[in-house]
């Protein structure tokens, strides 16, 4: 039993460290590049409900 126990251990060990190593490795991931868009407005939306739209 206290080897499952210590074998249970090492990989969770090893896993952990894989994952940390992995996310430093990647910094911040891929982000997409920002598009120049127009700015968004307001004035498109309905001033009321959307139940009280025809």
Request: glycine share 8%; aromatic share 4%; hydrophobic share 45%.
């Given at each position: 039993m ?6 249970l ?9 894989a ?9 911040r ?15 498109a939306l309905?001033?009321?409900?959307f139940l009280?739209l025809?």
């Amino acid at each position: 039993m206290e080897i499952l126990l210590s074998i249970l251990v090492l990989l969770s060990i090893i896993g952990v460290a894989a994952a940390v190593s992995d996310v430093i490795r990647d910094g911040r991931g891929h982000t997409p590049e920002e598009r120049s868009e127009r700015p968004w407005r307001d004035d498109a939306l309905p001033s009321g409900t959307f139940l009280h739209l025809p």
